[in-house]
């Protein structure tokens, strides 16, 4: 059975402080994304990385970094959180080499920054 | 710019029919897909349309027409289950995903 695990359901941090949020794949995966879920707004791409050691830019990079320095894990790093980084964050992996791509989703982490 | 639009809740009864509606406005089409997502859980994959038509998966089924930049999921013989929200994305030309905010469907006894 596929899987995508978060390091944490629920993370509640003060301004300032650096965050990790953690995501692990044991699917064998190429692609690895970061993706934020606010209400009333579609899911937002912060970064994804098609390979070890190689990252790109989604729609809302800004305050955030990422790193993958394995194939099945995929951090994301709030350099100086901010309350506007509250928000759902989920982690999805997908293989490079289907047909269409279906992207597999964790279970999300619910980051409140006070 | 690229733009993604689906009605933000529907209501329906169980047992009975529904159908989400979506449309698109992307740059560049390599499918649309229609996820599942239940309250505080994460998206599960439903269906993909890459051509035009219908695709039938058991009581849900999807259709796609791109030349009007037009999908829908529709639901059938609903359980109360089936109360989700139900997410449409387009892969663009870069294959990005592209999501719709979202359709929470609210389902009555």
């Known amino acids: 059975d596929v899987k995508v695990t978060q390091s944490s359901r629920y993370l509640v941090k003060r301004t300032g402080e650096k965050v990790f949020l953690e995501c692990v794949q044991d699917?064998?995966?190429?692609?690895m994304f970061w993706y934020r879920q606010d209400p009333g707004l579609g899911l937002r791409l912060i970064y994804f990385?098609?390979?070890?050691?190689?990252?790109e830019k989604g729609d809302i990079p800004e305050g955030y970094s990422v790193s993958r320095e394995k194939k099945e894990r995929f951090s994301l790093i709030l350099e100086s959180a901010s309350t506007n980084q509250t928000s759902m964050y989920l982690c999805?992996?997908?293989?490079?080499?289907?047909?269409?791509?279906?992207?597999?989703f964790g279970p999300g982490t619910r980051l409140t920054v006070l | 710019g690229q733009n993604i639009d689906q009605p933000t809740e529907m209501t329906a009864t169980e047992g009975a029919i529904v159908q989400i509606n979506c449309t698109y406005q992307?740059?560049?089409?390599?499918?649309l897909f229609w996820y599942q997502q239940h309250a505080g859980e994460a998206p599960t994959f439903l269906s993909y349309?890459?051509l035009d038509g219908l695709e039938e998966k058991g009581r849900f089924s999807s259709f796609l027409s791109r030349s009007k930049g037009y999908s829908y999921l529709l639901l059938k013989e609903l359980q109360m289950k089936d109360s989700a929200s139900y997410l449409c994305?387009?892969?663009?030309?870069?294959?990005?995903?592209?999501w719709g905010a979202g359709t929470k469907l609210i389902i009555k006894p």
């Open positions: 990385s098609y390979d070890v050691k190689m990252k």
């Open positions: 699917m064998d995966h190429e692609n």
């Open positions: 349309n890459v």
């Open positions: 999805a992996s997908s293989s490079g080499l289907a047909d269409y791509n279906e992207q597999f």
């Open positions: 994305a387009v892969m663009d030309s870069n294959y990005q995903l592209i």
């Open positions: 992307t740059s560049g089409f390599n499918g």
